[in-house]
Structures are given as structure tokens and as C-alpha cells.
């Protein structure tokens, strides 16, 4: 290798010449030939943001300008009015109900991919990514098929008093189908590339199960963790299709935000509708941050794994 | 006892907790998305393939397929262009407020779709901050649904080209301009095709997500029938008539076009992956 960079020649340098006679060297050639020229760096980021800005941040800027269009006091009674309140406690119930679910999910599935080598596995992960490839549509429809009236379970259903579509399991069942994966494919991938040995040591030192668990691996995946737990929260308290087609729209009982939001906008109250979706925007930017601050924080320690 | 370890395990493994964890994994995979999604495939077959042949044939449903297509298609191939444009400028030029920038990319992910809707049906309708400048009408015809998908279909080029152009080896390029290339040379025939698995990818996900899409669509759309009506809305008015069986005919279009897509993907993911692992 040192033999290497003597034999170099850069511009404006003789071969074999005198050491001392060399002028400064220009900037290198080739740091120039494997970038682009300023006007062409600077079209190009304009035009990124140029595409950025109209499809992004004015839609983004627009729902808060919006909501305060007719002023603070119908922003505050849009989002203080008995359907609103009722709405936003559906949305947590429901959000409260399917992130616990589906993150106990992932770390079982996580736990059984990752430390084991079983057949089988790359079929069990292709299925795990499956509701992301379903139309929200269809994952209501699914339900209906199979709890409502004309469904499977209908009449037994009907019989003996229970109520799922239409009522609040239906909109939990939906909610879990569309953020099922989330949790689960942030952990897989990081803990295949943690291996094993930490768990086996700890094994052979006679920690139980539940203690390897509790004391080795979930520290060790807390940050994808909780990146993941914040993606699945945002799509539940987000999800408009699957619910739409398993609420049923009573007001004041089976409304979520999204829901009502809806309502309120094909009732052209504009100002309360943008009033609430401001809401949900709020949460999307809190989403926002959360992920790049976590983001930050699984990159820090991969690289530190790698370190060790 | 047979258990799960004796039967699937390939490799002696220490730890405990394998039977448990898989066993609960696949029986809540059963119940929450095997077992309903089985039930849309088994309603279609209990009925009659004429009755399924005329739902999904009629022609309100097939402009709905070509409209569905055709916006998801443009918007997916814009995405793949300009998606791979921001991609290339948050990589490599520095410029102020980029990592603001870089995280506000995955806001159509965190952005409910209705949310989406309504602020882009009011951007974009004749008297809207956007709409009101544009000589032709977008919100309530099919360019609205064109830009609707999107909006949503933004991040998925721009993350999944992202990572492998930060992978890219400089020592490439510099050889590309040594032997004399050009940079738009060295762009067209080193630096594309090692972007080309990722890009496909992208537009491949992009493309996967538009065409189930429903949310953000209708608010913009209009839904007129034959003109601006998406597939999973004609599935929604089906319900709407009690005609289970109709919704249920072209949810099974779109399932299969969908676990298609899923296959396609896959293969991409796969090659992409080995592509990087060269």
C-alpha cells in the first residue's frame, strides 16, 4: 500500500521532480469530478424542495391556518363539542387496546424469529408484513364477513345479545389488523443482528426465561422498541378506512377522530373539521419527533454494538 | 409430548421460551389476519363464478380498475422520479434545515389519510391556495386522486433509496471519472444501476400502497361514477347496499393483485439486499 501514493501523479506535479518545486496544490481534480457544479447542486435542491413544499408542507401548513380560519372560538368549540370529546376517547380506547396487543405480538415473534432457526421462518415473516399489503378497505370487510349480521358468526352473535361490528370490538379488531406488523419488523431486524450470545450466556450463568427477557434482550431493543410502539400508536389513532367501514357512525358512541372529522367536513363545517384534524396533525408532528429522537438513538447504540 | 422445538427447530438452541413465543405468534397471526382474511376467498367460493365473473366485470367496476391503476401508476412513477431527486440532495449537499427537512419526509406516514384529504381537497379546489392558480380543475376529477396517492405514496422511494445511496462507494465514482467519464456518464452508468433494486423497490411500494389507498382519496375525488370512483370505495357503497357478496368480489381482485405485488416485492427486496451485500 505505501508504495502506492508516491507513484501518483496529480495535476500541475512532474514526475520525478523536485519536491520544493511543487505549487500549492489546487483542490484536487477529482473531488470536483465526483461531485456536481454549484448551479447544478443548487437546481437540484430547489427543485427537491420546490416538490417538497407543495406537496407537503403547505398541505401540513394548511390544516392549522385552516383551523383557526373562523377564529379561536370555533376552534375551541370544535374540539370541546360532547361528539368531539366522545370521538377522541374512542380513538385512545381503541389506540390504548391495539398497540399493547400487537407489541406483546412483536416481541413473541421477534423473540421466536430472531433466536431460533425453524422452518418455516421465512414464510412466518412474509405473513407478518401481510396487513400492510391490504387495503384498510378490505381489513374492515374481513370483520363484517365474519361478525356481522349475515356473517359467520351473526346470528349466534345476534342471539345472544353481543355486538361487535358496529360497536366498539369492531373498531378495536380493525385497529389491530392495520398495526399488526409495526412493532414486530422494527424488532426482528435488530435483534437477527444481535444474535444470540448474550441471551446464551445468560443462560448458562442460569438466568430463567423471563429473566433473560426482562433483563438482557428487552434492554437491549428498548429503543427499537419504542420506535416501533410510536409508529403502530400513530397508525391506530390515524386509521380511517377499516373503521370507517366497521363503525357504523353513531355519534357519540362509535365515532373515532378521524370519523368525525369526516362528518363535520361533509356537513361543510370546515373551520370545526380542520379544528379537529389540527389535532391529529399535532399528534402526527409529535410522531415526527419522537421517531427522529429515537431514530438517533438506535443508530447510537447499533453503533456501539458494533464497537464491542 | 411432540412440541413445536422437537418438530421445526433446525439447530439445538439453549434458550427457552421457543414453543411459547411461536406458539403464541402464529395462533394471533391466525385469528387476526389469516383467519378473517380467509373468510373474503371462502364467500367467494361458496357463490356462483358467473354472479363473481359479472360483479367484477361490470363496467362501473372496471373504469374503477383503470382509474384505480392508471393515478396509482402516475403517481408511483412521479414518486420514483422526484422521490429519487430528494433523496440524491438530502445525501449529498448540505443545505440549511435539512434534517428538518429529512423528518418531516415521513409525515404521509404519521398524517392520518383523512386528515390528508380534506387539507389537500381544500388546496387544490378552485378557490384553494394551490387551485385557484392551476388553469384546469384537480380537486373532485381524477387528477385530485392522482394527487391524493401522491402525497401518500411520497416517502416510500425517497427511504428506500435513501440508506443504499449513502452505502455508495465514492471509490466507484472517482474510478468512473478517472477512465474519463462524465458526471452525467458516471450518474447514467455507475451510480443509477446500483440504485436501479432500491428505486424499483420504492416505486413498487409506492404503487402497492396508492392502490388500496381510501382515506385521503375520497375526500378528494368526488366520486363520480365511471369518472372518479376508486376500487375500494365501489366496496364501501356494496356494504352500504347490503351486497356482501358483490364488496366481496372485488375485495378478491384487489387481495390478489396485492399478495402479487407483495411476491414482486419480496423478489426485489431480495435482490436489492444481495446487491448491497456484493
Not at chain 1, 212 to 232: D, E, F, Q, S
Request: charged letters at 15%; glycine letters at 6%; one cysteine or more.
Amino acid at each position: 500500500m505505501s508504495a502506492i501514493p508516491s507513484d501518483i501523479v496529480r495535476p500541475g506535479e512532474e514526475a520525478g521532480a523536485p519536491v520544493a518545486a511543487v505549487r500549492p496544490l489546487a483542490p484536487p481534480r477529482l473531488a470536483n469530478a465526483v461531485s456536481e457544479p454549484p448551479w447544478v447542486r443548487r437546481l437540484l435542491i430547489t427543485v427537491a424542495l420546490a416538490f417538497l413544499t407543495l406537496f407537503l408542507f403547505v398541505p401540513l401548513i394548511s390544516v392549522f391556518v385552516q383551523a383557526f380560519a373562523k377564529g379561536v372560538g370555533v376552534y375551541w368549540a370544535a374540539l370541546s363539542d360532547p361528539d368531539a370529546v366522545s370521538a377522541l376517547k374512542m380513538t385512545l380506547l381503541a389506540a390504548s387496546i391495539s398497540v399493547p396487543l400487537n407489541l406483546v405480538f412483536g416481541v413473541a415473534a421477534a423473540w421466536a424469529i430472531a433466536k431460533f432457526d425453524f422452518r418455516g421462518k421465512d414464510l412466518l415473516l412474509t405473513l407478518i408484513d401481510l396487513p400492510f399489503s391490504v387495503s384498510p378497505v378490505i381489513a374492515g370487510l374481513i370483520y363484517v364477513l365474519i361478525f356481522g349480521l349475515q356473517g359467520w358468526f351473526g346470528e349466534w352473535l345476534r342471539d345472544h345479545d353481543i355486538k361487535i361490528i358496529f360497536a366498539v370490538p369492531g373498531i378495536v379488531l380493525a385497529t389491530v389488523f392495520v398495526t399488526f406488523p409495526f412493532v414486530a419488523r422494527e424488532l426482528i431486524p435488530l435483534m437477527q443482528a444481535q444474535g444470540q450470545d448474550q441471551e446464551e450466556a445468560a443462560r448458562v450463568l442460569g438466568a430463567s426465561g423471563w429473566q433473560i427477557l426482562w433483563r438482557v434482550t428487552l434492554p437491549n431493543v428498548k429503543w427499537a422498541l419504542l420506535y416501533g410502539v410510536i409508529l403502530c400508536n400513530a397508525r391506530a389513532m390515524g386509521e380511517f378506512g377499516a373503521v370507517s367501514v366497521v363503525s357504523g357512525h353513531i355519534r357519540g358512541q362509535t365515532n373515532t377522530l378521524p370519523l368525525h372529522i369526516e362528518i363535520l367536513y361533509n356537513e361543510y363545517q370546515f373551520a370545526a373539521a380542520f379544528g379537529v384534524a389540527s389535532l391529529l396533525a399535532g399528534l402526527a408532528l409529535v410522531t415526527l419527533v419522537l421517531k427522529y429522537l429515537v431514530e438517533r438513538r438506535v443508530k447510537a447504540s447499533a453503533a456501539a454494538g458494533d464497537h464491542e | 409430548m411432540i412440541t413445536a422445538r422437537a418438530l421445526l427447530l433446525r439447530r439445538h438452541s439453549v434458550l427457552p421460551g421457543f414453543d411459547l413465543a411461536l406458539g403464541f405468534a402464529v395462533l394471533y397471526l391466525c385469528f387476526i389476519v389469516l383467519i378473517p382474511l380467509s373468510a373474503v376467498f371462502l364467500k367467494t367460493f361458496s357463490g356462483s363464478l358467473d354472479t363473481f365473473w359479472a360483479t367484477v366485470s361490470s363496467p362501473r367496476v372496471v373504469a374503477s380498475y383503470k382509474l384505480t391503476f392508471g393515478a396509482s401508476l402516475v403517481a408511483a412513477l412521479i414518486n420514483a422520479v422526484f422521490g429519487l431527486l430528494v433523496a440524491w440532495v438530502l445525501v449529498r449537499y448540505p443545505f440549511p434545515g435539512k434534517r428538518i427537512i429529512d423528518a418531516l419526509v415521513d409525515l404521509p406516514f404519521a398524517l392520518p389519510t383523512a386528515v390528508a384529504g380534506i387539507a389537500l381537497t381544500a388546496l387544490y379546489a378552485q378557490n384553494g391556495w394551490i387551485g385557484r392558480f392551476l388553469p384546469f380543475k384537480v380537486s373532485f376529477t381524477p387528477v385530485g386522486v392522482f394527487v391524493a396517492l401522491t402525497f401518500i405514496g411520497l416517502p416510500f422511494v425517497v427511504r428506500t433509496v435513501q440508506p443504499v445511496l449513502e452505502d455508495l462507494h465514492k471509490e466507484l465514482e472517482e474510478a468512473a471519472a478517472t477512465l474519463g467519464a462524465s458526471r452525467l456518464q458516471t450518474f447514467g452508468l455507475v451510480i443509477l444501476p446500483a440504485l436501479a433494486p432500491a428505486l424499483l423497490t420504492g416505486f413498487a411500494l409506492a404503487f402497492a400502497r396508492a392502490l388500496g389507498e381510501y382515506g385521503s382519496v375520497i375526500f378528494i375525488a368526488g366520486n363520480m361514477p365511471m369518472i372518479s370512483e376508486i376500487t375500494p370505495l365501489l366496496i364501501i357503497s356494496k356494504l352500504e347496499q347490503y351486497d356482501y357478496t358483490g364488496a366481496t368480489a372485488i375485495a378478491v381482485v384487489m387481495l390478489v393483485t396485492a399478495f402479487v405485488l407483495l411476491l414482486a416485492i419480496n423478489l426485489l427486496q431480495a435482490w436489492t439486499r444481495r446487491r448491497q451485500g456484493r
